[in-house]
């Protein structure tokens, strides 16, 4: 890793500003990604379930996260606030930053703004979850049009490549243009009637907001296929109907998914957890057949390694402000 840290005393800030036009391999984002979750069961990793504030008038969704990446050094610190999270005031405010440390020297390395990069690890996420519950996938479609619906086609490309058909649903038009041109020299349906598409698609991915206006239903996916949820788009039966159920993480799942919630209040069952898929000591799936369900949590050790290989590029790159602070 790059040893670019500022002087004692001083902080450098990593704005999105001074993050654009970075030259970021998403081979090697998936890589970083991949391996943080492997790290998770290679001892010295570490990512408590996140706090989580809700406004009971969902005024504002506050939530704040740290893990340690054993595989960087890194630590990090992550904090997120949402003003109107549901789109209900016409105010809509997102802010959040990740604070990172060095750990093998205790070196502060960055202060970064991630709008961007939450949904550029959580791409990978979604791509991981893919490749392993459905290798030999050919058809994707993604509900949802933001950023998040904007970095999942490029990502699940890289990840598999032999995918023939793309489509996505959505209800805003520049969203939809902005999901199409994501993949150079690919063409992206955009879908109209949700339910057949659903039913073609050997992969769903549910990258809506709270603003969604269709949900994809369990009686409407094929055999073999895989949903993976990590926004709104993709209904709770798929979860409560699926044949087999993953996970990023069980804890971090069951304090994040009130909305998957049984009638009595319980959290679903999870088969299984990604890091240990990836170390295959667990299967993506039992059965040829099955229909999938993949809650895509966000976890802060991803944020921790990707945040570091993003921090060091733009270190490297003689790019953010050094600022007085300690």
Request: charged share 25%; glycine share 10%.
């Amino acid at each position: 890793m790059s040893q670019n840290h500022v002087p004692p005393g001083q902080l450098c800030l990593l704005p999105q500003s001074q993050q654009e036009g970075l030259d970021l391999d998403r081979r090697q984002v998936i890589a970083v990604v991949e391996q943080a979750y492997r790290a998770l069961r290679g001892g010295g990793s570490n990512n408590p379930v996140k706090t989580i504030i809700a406004d009971p008038d969902h005024r504002s969704l506050s939530y704040s996260m740290v893990a340690r990446d054993a595989g960087t050094g890194t630590v990090c610190f992550k904090a997120v606030y949402e003003f109107d999270p549901r789109r209900n005031r016409d105010s809509y405010r997102f802010h959040s930053f990740v604070f990172l440390v060095d750990d093998t020297t205790g070196a502060p390395i960055a202060l970064m703004d991630v709008v961007k990069l939450g949904p550029l690890r959580s791409s990978a996420t979604t791509a991981l979850f893919a490749r392993e519950a459905c290798p030999d996938a050919r058809s994707a479609l993604v509900v949802g049009t933001g950023v998040q619906g904007q970095a999942a086609l490029p990502m699940l490309l890289e990840a598999l490549p032999k995918l023939e058909r793309l489509q996505v649903f959505g209800s805003y038009p520049d969203g939809l243009r902005a999901v199409q041109n994501s993949v150079d020299g690919r063409e992206v349906e955009i879908v109209k009637d949700l339910r057949e598409a659903a039913g073609e698609a050997d992969i769903v991915i549910g990258a809506a907001g709270l603003s969604v206006t269709q949900e994809v239903r369990r009686d409407w996916m094929k055999p073999g296929s895989v949903a993976v949820l990590l926004g709104y788009g993709v209904h709770a039966d798929v979860c409560h109907g699926a044949d087999y159920r993953i996970a990023t993480d069980t804890a971090q799942m069951h304090a994040t998914c009130d909305d998957l919630r049984g009638e009595d209040g319980s959290p679903p069952s999870v088969d299984a957890q990604l890091p240990d898929i990836l170390l295959g000591r667990a299967p993506a799936r039992r059965h040829p057949d099955d229909v999938v369900f993949a809650y895509n949590s966000g976890m802060a050790v991803t944020d921790a390694a990707l945040g570091r290989y993003v921090a060091d590029l733009a270190l490297a790159g003689g790019r953010g402000e050094k600022v007085g602070f300690w």
